[in-house]
Antibody, heavy 116, light 107 residues
Framework: EVQLVESGGGLVQPGGSLRLSCEASGFTFNFYGMNWVRQAPGKGLEWISYISSGGTTIYYADSVKGRFTISRDNVRNSVYLQMNSLRVEDTAMYFC?????????WGQGTLVTVSS | DIQMTQSPSSLSASVGDRVTITCQASQDIISYLNWYQQKLGKAPKLLIYGASSLETGVPSRFSGSGSGTDFTFTISSLQPEDIATYYCQQYRALPATFGGGTKVDIK
């Protein structure tokens, strides 16, 4: 069974940092690109970052470029999102998602709250 | 980036009604389109991929059609358990982009 389990969310002050993790199981992790998608309270889905299966291709949304860094460890079957210089508007549920194509699969999310 | 315009943003229908949601892409995405269902507090669930292919285990009352820039998602007979927000998402090009969502509830 495919599983994606996010962790690392929490309450952080503006300007602070968090590192999100997503551990995968039930599929050959190093065959798939991975994404982070977020959803602010009561809002729609916003794609924020992608990393290819081998980690060589990376994309970011303009809203997080220069502040967030995506990475992966194909030995630990995990993808990470390092979030720096956090802003109030980064408050959201953060989902990791396997390849947003015909094989899309999403984790349950981890909540990040940025507030003083 | 490819923009996805979804409508309506919300709708209310009776049990048994046919429900239709549309999604328009800002450029040709061929058939590289997913439809998701998201229930309150849950992760999105893939219902339709390739614009019209039903994901395994998804009830047949859900269907999708279209190609190019114009797409349609249909629930043939709305059930109480279908209360959710539905999103389209293109995967023709990175970054993947989403429609704004359609909130469906029961009248």
């Amino acid at each position: 069974e495919v599983q994606l389990v996010e962790s690392g969310g929490g309450l952080v002050q503006p300007g602070g940092s968090l590192r999100l993790s997503c551990e995968a199981s039930g599929f050959t992790f190093n065959f798939y690109g991975m994404n982070w998608v977020r959803q602010a309270p009561g809002k729609g889905l916003e794609w924020i970052s992608y990393i290819s299966s081998g980690g060589t291709t990376i994309y970011y949304a303009d809203s997080v470029k220069g502040r967030f860094t995506i990475s992966r460890d194909n030995v630990r079957n995990s993808v990470y999102l390092q979030m720096n210089s956090l802003r109030v508007e980064d408050t959201a549920m953060y989902f990791c998602a396997r390849e947003l194509d015909y094989e899309a699969y999403w984790g349950q999310g981890t909540l990040v709250t940025v507030s003083s | 980036d490819i923009q996805m315009t979804q409508s309506p943003s919300s709708l209310s229908a009776s049990v048994g009604d046919r429900v239709t949601i549309t999604c328009q892409a800002s450029q040709d995405i061929i058939s590289y389109l997913n439809w998701y269902q998201q229930k309150l507090g849950k992760a999105p669930k893939l219902l339709i991929y390739g614009a019209s292919s039903l994901e395994t285990g998804v009830p047949s009352r859900f269907s999708g059609s279209g190609s190019g820039t114009d797409f349609t998602f249909t629930i043939s007979s709305l059930q109480p358990e279908d209360i959710a927000t539905y999103y389209c998402q293109q995967y023709r090009a990175l970054p993947a982009t989403f429609g704004g969502g359609t909130k469906v509830d029961i009248k």
